[in-house]
Structures are given as structure tokens and as C-alpha cells.
């Protein structure tokens, strides 16, 4: 003990040194969400692995209401096989339209609602083929765009972020408009851009626009609640409710749009 004693005394300032840059790398993580988030990748699997042990002790708690949300999910799907199988002609078309997707499930391990910024977690990294910038569902709505990737894990940047925007239309007078937070609620959107001709009704849908490369078109965004003139008098903003629930969030899906690449490289020429 007298031992112990004397190493303290004699190296207690290389000690205290230590505890002070442990205790400012933990605050500056619990207080930057982005700082929390690139350090999971850095840290990558040991990191993600604890919040998906995490996740997965949640997930024994919710059993019950996970399987009704998979249930309804596939009674969606099995009304969609029934249609599709009325006629030939559509078939064919939601074929074309959608065979350049692939669809990847994952599990949210962690996930932020309270802040300016806020990403989420997946248990999908690069082994899974998981890039960034490929956008995420839940079975609900639109998600986010993949920022980061480990090799078992990737970081979402939610919705729910100050730098999120998304194209998107009103599904009754097919005009366009620019989706983003703008609120503190994580349940609460604004569609921003609307030219003031286009009459808004409470309760409209909003979905994704043809014109992006993330995003299959027509997946659902959320319904108005809300419209709104802006100053200028020149366009208008609508509020809407995201038809994802990002409290309740726990399985995701990433979008791969096989032709990207292609796209991107045609649009590069444009610059």
C-alpha cells in the first residue's frame, strides 16, 4: 500500500493528465452528436457492437409491438402482390420502374430526436455494401441519407438534421417543393419553395420527387398540417407531419440505386 502510495506521489501529474484528457474526449462526445458519431466510426465495431447490445436488450421489451408493426407491413405488401397481379401491364411497369433499387434491412442500434443535429446508427456497414449518400426508409416513410461508414456500422443523417433537404411533390397538384426540418419537434417538417398558386389542403400527402438520384419516386414523406404565406409573398411553406415515427424507429431499410454511378457521371457533365 506504502508502495502504491509513493508511485501516485511521484507520477501524480502524468495521472492527473491522463483523467483530464479522458474526461474532456467523454464530454466532448456526450455533447456533439457529430463528434459521438464519427467516433463510433473510428472506434467502429467495438463502439457499435455495445449499442447493439444495447439495442438488442430494447428490442426484447418491444416484441409485441415490433411483430404487429411486421404484420401490417406484409399484409401492405401481400394488398400490393394482389394488385400487381390484376393485370400484366402493371406488372411490368412497377417492375421497370423499381428493379434498379435494391433494398437492404437493418437495425437502428442508436439514435438522437433531441437535437439541433441528429444521426442515426445502423448495424450495416461496408461488408454489407452499405456506401454513403444511399437514402433509408422505414416502413413508414423516408428516413435520411447514409453519412459515414465503418465495416459493421453506419451513421444516418436523419431528417431531423439543420443540413437535411429533400425534393419532394404534393401528391394532388404534383408540385414540387424543398423538405426540411425548420422545427424543434421531431415529429413536425417543413416543405418550403411553394409557389403561391397551388392551393394546400390540411391532410395532403407529400411524397419524394422524380428528381432524385437517393430516392425511388413517390415514397412516402408525410401529410399537411399546416400552410403558411412567407413574407416575401412569392412562395409559400407548408408544415407537415412525418409519417415516420423517428422516436419509435428500430428497423430500417437502405436504398441502393444500382445506376448511380451512371447517373452521377452524366451530371457531372452539366457543371
Known amino acids: ?3 502504491l502510495w509513493r508511485f501516485i506521489l511521484k507520477h501524480h501529474f502524468v495521472i492527473l493528465f491522463v483523467l483530464l484528457e479522458v474526461v474532456s474526449i467523454l464530454l466532448l462526445a456526450r455533447s456533439q452528436n457529430y463528434h459521438r458519431n464519427r467516433m463510433v466510426n473510428t472506434t467502429s465495431d467495438a463502439v457499435g457492437q455495445m449499442y447493439a ?3 438488442e436488450l430494447s428490442d426484447y421489451f418491444r416484441l409485441n409491438k415490433t411483430n404487429r408493426q411486421l404484420a401490417e407491413e406484409n399484409a401492405w405488401l401481400r394488398q400490393q402482390l394482389s394488385i400487381t397481379n390484376d393485370t400484366t401491364q402493371i406488372t411490368y411497369d412497377i417492375l421497370e420502374r423499381d428493379t434498379i433499387y435494391e433494398y437492404i434491412p437493418a ?3 442508436n439514435n438522437s430526436i433531441g437535437q439541433v443535429n441528429n444521426y442515426i446508427i445502423i448495424d450495416k456497414g461496408k461488408v454489407d455494401g452499405i456506401e ?6 422505414s416502413s413508414d416513410g423516408i428516413v435520411g441519407v447514409v453519412a459515414d461508414v465503418s465495416r459493421h456500422y453506419a451513421s444516418i443523417l436523419s431528417l431531423l438534421h439543420s443540413n437535411s433537404v429533400v425534393g419532394v411533390r404534393f401528391k394532388n397538384s404534383q408540385e414540387l417543393g424543398s423538405l426540411k426540418w425548420g422545427t424543434s419537434n421531431y415529429r413536425y417538417g417543413l416543405v418550403e419553395d411553394i409557389p403561391t398558386h397551388v392551393i394546400m389542403h390540411e391532410g395532403d400527402t407529400v411524397l419524394t420527387s ?3 438520384f437517393i430516392y425511388p419516386e413517390d415514397l412516402m414523406v ?3 398540417v399546416d400552410t403558411r404565406p412567407v413574407n416575401s409573398g412569392a412562395l409559400n411553406t407548408a408544415k407537415i407531419r412525418f409519417a415516420t415515427d423517428f422516436a419509435t424507429l428500430r428497423y430500417v431499410y437502405v436504398i441502393r440505386n444500382m445506376h448511380k454511378s451512371e447517373l452521377d457521371s452524366l451530371k457531372a457533365n452539366f457543371r
Open 1 to 3: 500500500m506504502y508502495s
Open 222 to 224: 408525410g401529410t399537411v
Open 132 to 137: 454513403p449518400d444511399m437514402g433509408v426508409i
Open 53 to 55: 447490445w444495447s439495442s
Open 210 to 212: 422524380a428528381y432524385s
Open 107 to 109: 437495425r437502428v442500434v
